[in-house]
């Protein structure tokens, strides 16, 4: 009897050994699969950390004077792509659709010293606008949430004028509006 019960608590430790290992070194892996991503885009980082660095060295071995004629010919379709971005990832959390945006500097406000800014200030005294006509397309209440958020945006921006038309495609009426805003950003 004690020959016969040595293998069975054997084998039922083995089993049990099993059953409790398996799960644990399931998460393990998962866990380890897990750090190799953070590792990788912690590396991802620390390369766009460089280039950016490398980026800023090479823009300030430029003579102030050569800096300010490149930020001149340098084109602000950067700027405008981020602002559409952003305008259609707001458009799409209120069920809209962005059909048109246009856009058109301020010649008025350029070179403007923003209110309450010192020369000397850090980022300086000088900002931008833009007129940008936006054509969104939607439900009342999905129009009335995108100004909601707009108007409580990081980004400010002035509504000017709304214009509301309603259209019929492929069978369906649609709204559309087309707000004008007036955008601001430090130059």
Same mark, same amino acid.
């Given at each position: 009897m004690k020959n016969f019960l040595s293998p069975v608590l054997l084998v039922l430790v083995a089993v049990i050994g099993y059953f409790y290992i398996l799960p644990a070194y399931d998460h393990v892996a998962l866990l380890k699969?897990? +750090?190799?991503?953070?590792?990788?885009?912690l590396d991802s980082i620390q390369s766009i950390g460089t280039k950016i660095s490398n980026l800023e060295a090479q823009y300030n071995s430029f003579a102030?004077?050569?800096?300010?004629?490149? /930020? +001149?010919l340098i084109p602000r379709e950067a700027r405008e792509a981020?602002?559409?971005n952003?305008? @259609? !990832?707001? !458009?799409?959390?209120h069920n809209?659709?962005? @059909?048109a945006v246009t856009f058109e500097k301020a010649a008025s406000d350029e070179?403007?010293? !923003?209110i309450g800014e010192a020369d000397d200030s850090l980022f300086g005294s000088r900002y931008a606008t833009w007129d940008s006509v936006v /054509?969104?397309?939607g439900t009342y209440d999905g129009f009335?949430?995108?100004? @909601?958020d707009l108007g409580r945006s990081i980004r400010i921006a002035d509504v000017s004028h709304i214009k509301i038309a309603q259209s019929e495609t492929g069978g369906r009426s649609l709204t559309e509006y087309q707000i004008t805003i007036t955008i601001y950003s430090l130059e």
């Open positions: 699969d897990k +750090r190799d991503k953070h590792v990788e885009l102030p004077r050569e800096r300010g004629l490149l /930020t +001149r981020v602002i559409v952003d305008l @259609t !990832a707001l !458009a799409e959390i809209l659709s962005v @059909t070179g403007q010293q !923003a /054509t969104v397309q009335k949430g995108f100004l @909601t």
